[in-house]
């Protein structure tokens, strides 16, 4: 008799943690732990720990509360009333787990936890390390074992014993142009372009697309010169004005100034040069 009279107690208890509740839900909807990972997105592993209310299992607070809220929309549960009761839970847990305070005990030293922190402390760095590498690998800068690559393949493709032509001599004035006149650079098909120093090291590149238009900045105009291996893929304008090519086809071109000034006499010279000479009548 006695037996009896405490099975309905045990039954009670069984079903008091919010958990409980998800779980008999579940089984009288005839579904599965699969059946309700396919409904919410959320995996087995995390299903079942908050079937058990082992919250610990959970990635953290946040997550125990959504998880069991969506848990509920889908064994038609008041997600509301789970959210409160799982929230209660952890509150109880998190009180339960609190030391016991010890009224006269000394602290000792050994008991502190500086081994924890310790290893806290290498977690975080290992990550830190990890998020600057992966920003490294997605940076727009590349190694310069790339870069040296792309230069050696373009250089292999100079012209030998190519010289740079002498200045033609100019019959007419040089065409004005500001200063601060638009430097644009735009792909005619994909071409790779790269800036030099005062050294001759290409210090920043980048890949223009078929029809992509890049505007050069003021700051890379007065520090850097232009290199390209194929100047027929490359458009070249100051304040709009086509500037014509840069170089030969299929011609490692480099140390070409990016002034205005410079770029409209480039310009200026090729018209002159290339120009047919008139002839008089006799």
Do not use: C
């Not at 018209?271 to 002839?279: D, F, G, L, M």
């Amino acid at each position: 008799m006695a037996d009896e009279d405490v099975a309905p107690e045990q039954g009670e208890l069984a079903i008091t943690r919010t958990g409980d509740r998800l779980r008999l839900a579940r089984e009288a909807a005839g579904l599965s732990l699969a059946d309700v990972a396919t409904r919410t997105r959320i995996t087995q592993r995390h299903l079942a720990a908050i079937e058990k209310s082992d919250f610990s299992e959970l990635p953290g607070r946040t997550y125990v509360t959504g998880f069991a809220r969506a848990y509920a929309r889908a064994v038609d549960l008041p997600e509301a009333e789970i959210g409160a009761a799982v929230r209660r839970e952890l509150e109880e847990d998190e009180y339960g787990a609190r030391p016991a305070y010890e009224a006269y005990e000394p602290t000792d030293p050994a008991r502190l936890p500086t081994a924890r922190l310790t290893w806290t402390l290498v977690v975080i760095a290992l990550i830190l390390v990890s998020a600057y590498g992966v920003w490294r690998f997605l940076s727009v800068e590349p190694d310069e074992a790339l870069i040296a690559a792309q230069n050696a393949d373009a250089e292999a493709s100079e012209a030998p014993a190519t010289t740079a032509a002498p200045a033609a001599t100019k019959t007419g004035p040089q065409s004005a142009v500001a200063a601060n006149a638009p430097v644009v650079l735009t792909g005619l098909s994909e071409v790779w372009i790269g800036f030099d120093d005062a050294q001759g090291k290409t210090e920043n590149w980048r890949t223009l697309d078929a029809g992509e238009a890049y505007q050069v900045p003021p700051a890379y105009i007065e520090q850097f010169t232009l290199r390209t291996s194929i100047p027929q893929a490359l458009k070249v304008t100051v304040g709009g004005r086509d500037v014509g090519s840069i170089g030969p086809a299929d011609t490692l071109v480099k140390g070409v100034s990016l002034k205005p000034a410079d770029l409209v006499a480039r310009a200026d010279g090729s018209a002159t040069t290339t120009a047919p000479a008139s002839k008089t009548k006799g």
